[in-house]
Antibody, heavy 122, light 110 residues
Framework: QVQLQESGPGLVKPSETLSLTCDVSTVSSISYYWSWIRKPPGKGLEWIGYIYYSGTTKYNPSLTGRVTISEDTSRKRFSLHLSSMTVADSATYFC????????????????WGPGILVTVSS | FDLTQPPSVSVSPGQTASIRCSGQNLGNKYVSWYQQKPGQSPVLLIYQDNRRPSGIPARFSGSNSGNTATLTISETQAMDEADYSCQAWDGSGASLGGASFGGGTRLTVL
Protein backbone atom coordinates (compact mmCIF):
# COMPACT_ATOMS: atom_id res chain seq x y z
CA GLN A 1 0.00 0.00 0.00
CA VAL A 2 1.51 3.29 -1.11
CA GLN A 3 1.06 6.27 1.19
CA LEU A 4 1.55 9.92 0.32
CA GLN A 5 1.62 12.81 2.75
CA GLU A 6 1.68 16.52 1.96
CA SER A 7 3.35 19.04 4.24
CA GLY A 8 3.88 22.78 4.19
CA PRO A 9 2.35 26.06 5.36
CA GLY A 10 -1.40 26.43 5.66
CA LEU A 11 -1.22 30.20 5.24
CA VAL A 12 0.66 32.17 2.60
CA LYS A 13 0.72 35.91 1.98
CA PRO A 14 -0.13 37.36 -1.44
CA SER A 15 2.88 37.55 -3.79
CA GLU A 16 4.79 34.94 -1.76
CA THR A 17 5.91 31.52 -3.00
CA LEU A 18 4.15 28.39 -1.80
CA SER A 19 6.40 25.43 -1.11
CA LEU A 20 4.83 22.03 -0.45
CA THR A 21 6.43 18.63 -0.02
CA CYS A 22 4.99 15.18 -0.64
CA ASP A 23 6.56 12.24 1.18
CA VAL A 24 6.08 8.87 -0.47
CA SER A 25 6.24 5.61 1.48
CA THR A 26 8.04 3.73 -1.29
CA VAL A 27 10.96 4.64 -3.51
CA SER A 28 9.83 6.47 -6.61
CA SER A 29 9.80 4.34 -9.71
CA ILE A 30 10.54 5.53 -13.20
CA SER A 31 7.11 4.28 -14.18
CA TYR A 32 5.08 6.83 -12.28
CA TYR A 33 3.93 10.40 -12.85
CA TRP A 34 4.19 12.12 -9.47
CA SER A 35 1.62 14.86 -9.59
CA TRP A 36 0.17 17.84 -7.82
CA ILE A 37 -3.55 18.57 -8.05
CA ARG A 38 -5.58 21.21 -6.26
CA LYS A 39 -9.23 21.86 -5.45
CA PRO A 40 -10.31 25.44 -4.76
CA PRO A 41 -13.31 25.81 -2.42
CA GLY A 42 -16.53 25.17 -4.31
CA LYS A 43 -14.72 24.35 -7.54
CA GLY A 44 -13.50 21.28 -9.36
CA LEU A 45 -10.14 19.55 -9.33
CA GLU A 46 -7.33 21.25 -11.21
CA TRP A 47 -4.18 19.45 -12.36
CA ILE A 48 -1.04 21.45 -11.59
CA GLY A 49 1.69 19.27 -13.07
CA TYR A 50 3.82 16.17 -12.78
CA ILE A 51 7.43 15.04 -12.55
CA TYR A 52 8.51 11.86 -14.27
CA TYR A 53 11.67 9.89 -15.02
CA SER A 54 14.92 11.80 -15.29
CA GLY A 55 13.25 14.89 -13.98
CA THR A 56 10.91 15.35 -16.91
CA THR A 57 8.16 17.74 -15.92
CA LYS A 58 4.90 18.95 -17.43
CA TYR A 59 2.81 21.81 -16.09
CA ASN A 60 -0.67 23.18 -16.53
CA PRO A 61 -0.33 25.93 -19.16
CA SER A 62 -2.36 28.28 -16.97
CA LEU A 63 0.40 28.08 -14.35
CA THR A 64 3.49 27.96 -16.56
CA GLY A 65 6.09 30.41 -15.35
CA ARG A 66 4.89 30.22 -11.76
CA VAL A 67 5.18 26.51 -11.01
CA THR A 68 8.12 24.18 -10.45
CA ILE A 69 7.95 20.53 -9.43
CA SER A 70 11.12 18.79 -8.30
CA GLU A 71 12.10 15.42 -6.87
CA ASP A 72 14.43 14.66 -3.99
CA THR A 73 17.47 12.54 -4.82
CA SER A 74 16.21 9.88 -2.41
CA ARG A 75 13.19 9.60 -4.76
CA LYS A 76 10.89 9.36 -1.78
CA ARG A 77 9.87 13.00 -1.81
CA PHE A 78 8.77 15.50 -4.39
CA SER A 79 7.99 19.17 -4.05
CA LEU A 80 5.82 21.93 -5.46
CA HIS A 81 6.83 25.57 -5.68
CA LEU A 82 4.18 28.06 -6.81
CA SER A 83 5.23 31.69 -6.97
CA SER A 84 3.30 34.96 -6.94
CA MET A 85 0.46 33.49 -4.94
CA THR A 86 -2.91 35.24 -5.03
CA VAL A 87 -6.24 34.68 -3.35
CA ALA A 88 -7.26 32.64 -6.40
CA ASP A 89 -4.60 30.07 -5.46
CA SER A 90 -6.32 29.28 -2.17
CA ALA A 91 -7.19 25.59 -2.36
CA THR A 92 -6.67 22.12 -0.95
CA TYR A 93 -3.49 20.81 -2.55
CA PHE A 94 -3.09 17.09 -3.17
CA CYS A 95 -0.11 15.06 -4.25
CA UNK A 96 -0.96 11.94 -6.21
CA UNK A 97 0.66 9.05 -8.05
CA UNK A 98 -0.08 8.78 -11.74
CA UNK A 99 0.08 5.18 -12.95
CA UNK A 100 0.07 3.64 -16.40
CA UNK A 101 -0.73 0.07 -17.38
CA UNK A 102 -1.28 -2.12 -20.39
CA UNK A 103 1.15 -0.03 -22.40
CA UNK A 104 -1.32 2.88 -22.39
CA UNK A 105 0.49 6.09 -21.53
CA UNK A 106 -2.45 8.00 -20.08
CA UNK A 107 -1.85 8.01 -16.32
CA UNK A 108 -4.61 7.57 -13.81
CA UNK A 109 -4.25 8.79 -10.22
CA UNK A 110 -4.46 5.71 -8.04
CA UNK A 111 -2.98 6.99 -4.79
CA TRP A 112 -3.57 10.40 -3.21
CA GLY A 113 -2.36 12.17 -0.13
CA PRO A 114 -4.94 13.44 2.37
CA GLY A 115 -4.50 16.98 1.07
CA ILE A 116 -3.39 20.22 2.70
CA LEU A 117 -5.51 23.35 2.83
CA VAL A 118 -3.59 26.45 1.75
CA THR A 119 -5.10 29.88 2.30
CA VAL A 120 -3.69 33.01 0.71
CA SER A 121 -4.29 36.01 2.90
CA SER A 122 -2.42 39.02 4.21
CA PHE B 1 -9.16 21.06 -23.24
CA ASP B 2 -12.51 21.35 -21.53
CA LEU B 3 -14.49 18.55 -19.89
CA THR B 4 -18.09 19.37 -19.02
CA GLN B 5 -20.17 17.65 -16.35
CA PRO B 6 -23.63 18.47 -14.98
CA PRO B 7 -23.33 20.15 -11.59
CA SER B 8 -25.76 17.75 -9.96
CA VAL B 9 -27.56 14.44 -10.46
CA SER B 10 -30.21 12.96 -8.22
CA VAL B 11 -31.15 9.30 -7.90
CA SER B 12 -33.38 7.18 -5.69
CA PRO B 13 -31.84 4.39 -3.62
CA GLY B 14 -31.58 1.16 -5.56
CA GLN B 15 -31.88 2.92 -8.92
CA THR B 16 -29.23 3.54 -11.58
CA ALA B 17 -27.38 6.83 -11.80
CA SER B 18 -25.61 8.04 -14.92
CA ILE B 19 -23.09 10.87 -14.83
CA ARG B 20 -21.92 12.20 -18.17
CA CYS B 21 -18.71 13.94 -19.09
CA SER B 22 -18.45 15.64 -22.47
CA GLY B 23 -15.47 16.90 -24.44
CA GLN B 24 -14.40 17.22 -28.04
CA ASN B 25 -13.49 13.78 -29.42
CA LEU B 26 -13.39 12.45 -25.86
CA GLY B 27 -13.90 8.94 -27.24
CA ASN B 28 -10.35 9.14 -28.60
CA LYS B 29 -8.94 9.64 -25.13
CA TYR B 30 -8.80 7.45 -22.02
CA VAL B 31 -11.06 8.66 -19.23
CA SER B 32 -10.76 8.12 -15.49
CA TRP B 33 -13.42 8.75 -12.86
CA TYR B 34 -12.93 9.77 -9.23
CA GLN B 35 -15.23 9.87 -6.23
CA GLN B 36 -14.66 12.45 -3.51
CA LYS B 37 -16.55 12.71 -0.23
CA PRO B 38 -16.39 15.79 1.99
CA GLY B 39 -13.10 16.12 3.82
CA GLN B 40 -11.54 13.19 1.98
CA SER B 41 -9.16 12.83 -0.92
CA PRO B 42 -10.44 11.55 -4.28
CA VAL B 43 -10.71 7.82 -4.88
CA LEU B 44 -10.08 6.25 -8.29
CA LEU B 45 -13.24 4.47 -9.47
CA ILE B 46 -12.63 3.84 -13.17
CA TYR B 47 -9.55 4.06 -15.37
CA GLN B 48 -8.94 3.54 -19.10
CA ASP B 49 -12.65 4.20 -19.73
CA ASN B 50 -14.06 1.05 -18.15
CA ARG B 51 -11.54 -0.68 -15.88
CA ARG B 52 -12.12 -0.91 -12.15
CA PRO B 53 -9.27 -0.95 -9.61
CA SER B 54 -9.36 -3.77 -7.11
CA GLY B 55 -11.74 -3.03 -4.28
CA ILE B 56 -14.15 -0.95 -6.34
CA PRO B 57 -17.60 -2.57 -6.47
CA ALA B 58 -18.90 -3.86 -9.78
CA ARG B 59 -21.82 -1.45 -9.36
CA PHE B 60 -19.52 1.19 -10.81
CA SER B 61 -18.94 1.01 -14.56
CA GLY B 62 -17.74 3.32 -17.29
CA SER B 63 -18.04 3.81 -21.02
CA ASN B 64 -16.64 6.29 -23.51
CA SER B 65 -17.64 6.99 -27.10
CA GLY B 66 -17.90 9.96 -29.41
CA ASN B 67 -17.83 13.11 -27.33
CA THR B 68 -19.21 11.61 -24.11
CA ALA B 69 -17.94 9.41 -21.31
CA THR B 70 -20.43 8.01 -18.83
CA LEU B 71 -20.07 6.75 -15.28
CA THR B 72 -22.90 4.42 -14.35
CA ILE B 73 -23.71 3.51 -10.78
CA SER B 74 -26.23 0.69 -10.46
CA GLU B 75 -28.16 -0.17 -7.32
CA THR B 76 -27.20 3.21 -5.90
CA GLN B 77 -26.74 3.34 -2.15
CA ALA B 78 -26.78 6.22 0.32
CA MET B 79 -23.03 5.81 0.73
CA ASP B 80 -22.59 6.70 -2.95
CA GLU B 81 -23.59 10.29 -2.25
CA ALA B 82 -20.44 12.23 -3.21
CA ASP B 83 -18.80 14.38 -5.87
CA TYR B 84 -17.72 12.59 -9.06
CA SER B 85 -15.11 13.92 -11.47
CA CYS B 86 -13.97 12.76 -14.87
CA GLN B 87 -10.39 13.21 -16.07
CA ALA B 88 -8.53 12.79 -19.32
CA TRP B 89 -5.19 13.70 -20.88
CA ASP B 90 -4.37 15.80 -23.86
CA GLY B 91 -2.32 13.53 -26.08
CA SER B 92 -0.78 10.25 -24.98
CA GLY B 93 2.49 8.36 -24.98
CA ALA B 94 5.43 10.44 -26.13
CA SER B 95 3.01 13.27 -26.87
CA LEU B 96 1.45 13.25 -23.42
CA GLY B 97 0.27 16.75 -22.64
CA GLY B 98 -1.65 18.00 -19.65
CA ALA B 99 -4.48 16.53 -17.65
CA SER B 100 -7.95 18.01 -17.46
CA PHE B 101 -10.67 17.37 -14.94
CA GLY B 102 -14.37 17.95 -15.34
CA GLY B 103 -15.99 20.42 -12.99
CA GLY B 104 -17.45 17.63 -10.88
CA THR B 105 -20.98 16.33 -10.36
CA ARG B 106 -22.66 16.17 -6.96
CA LEU B 107 -24.65 12.93 -6.71
CA THR B 108 -27.58 13.12 -4.33
CA VAL B 109 -29.30 9.93 -3.25
CA LEU B 110 -32.85 10.93 -2.31
Amino acid sequence: QVQLQESGPGLVKPSETLSLTCDVSTVSSISYYWSWIRKPPGKGLEWIGYIYYSGTTKYNPSLTGRVTISEDTSRKRFSLHLSSMTVADSATYFCARGTTSGGIIAPYFDYWGPGILVTVSS
Amino acid sequence: FDLTQPPSVSVSPGQTASIRCSGQNLGNKYVSWYQQKPGQSPVLLIYQDNRRPSGIPARFSGSNSGNTATLTISETQAMDEADYSCQAWDGSGASLGGASFGGGTRLTVL
